[in-house]
């Protein structure tokens, strides 16, 4: 008995099989031949799915952290200034006749091809959070809107962590697991940045 092949049966499920070519594999089907039968019931899967594949969209977000996991990874191959710290609470003097500080919060202060980067880290609500709020501003031109500053945290092998985009004060919020070797690279008017992450104690 002859059988059909994959591109009459492709055919046969999307619907381009001449009429007479349809007929002939119906009417085979019919006289009990079980592996067309299964035949027909594979391709017939196959264009469903194909069908369904039309339909599906990405979500917005998905697109949005792939295309940034892509940039964050781009940012590390280009010419970025590393800040230097310029303050830190760390290494502030303690008052006369404390022993200790047992600081809930870090304030750390970066400068970088005239932009300050100035940095609050917080425990977050969870264990092994990290809340990091932040404002950029440019040292040069302080009146200037800073509208649309991108800031990224990531790793030291180029995985993407966290992402936060800074509102017309330059001003950002954004929380994280902690890990070791994090880096923020931090994109404004032309200008990338590339902000060593302290370790919060």
Request: contains cysteine.
């Amino acid at each position: 008995m002859e059988h059909f092949s994959e591109q009459a049966w492709a055919d046969f499920a999307r619907g381009f099989s001449a009429l007479e070519k349809t007929r002939g594999i119906n009417a085979h089907i019919v006289s009990g031949c079980l592996s067309c039968k299964n035949a027909r019931h594979f391709w017939t899967r196959i264009q469903t799915m194909a069908l369904a594949e039309r339909t599906y969209s990405v979500p917005e977000n998905v697109v949005r952290l792939a295309t940034l996991e892509f940039t964050a990874q781009q940012k590390r191959a280009e010419n970025c200034t590393d800040a230097v710290v310029i303050f830190d609470t760390l290494f502030r003097p303690l008052l006369a006749g404390v022993r200790g500080d047992e600081a809930i919060a870090r304030h750390v202060v970066y400068d970088a091809e005239g932009l300050t980067i100035d940095l609050r880290f917080d425990r977050g609500p969870q264990p092994g959070k990290v809340s990091v709020v932040g404002q950029i501003l440019d040292r040069w031109s302080p009146e200037k809107v800073l509208n649309g500053g991108s800031v990224v945290v990531w790793t030291e092998d180029g995985q993407l962590v966290a992402t936060a985009t800074a509102n017309s004060y330059g001003e950002f919020q954004v929380e994280f697991d902690a890990h070791n070797d994090l880096r923020f690279t931090v994109s404004v008017g032309g200008r990338n940045v590339r902000v060593p992450m302290v370790d919060f104690r």
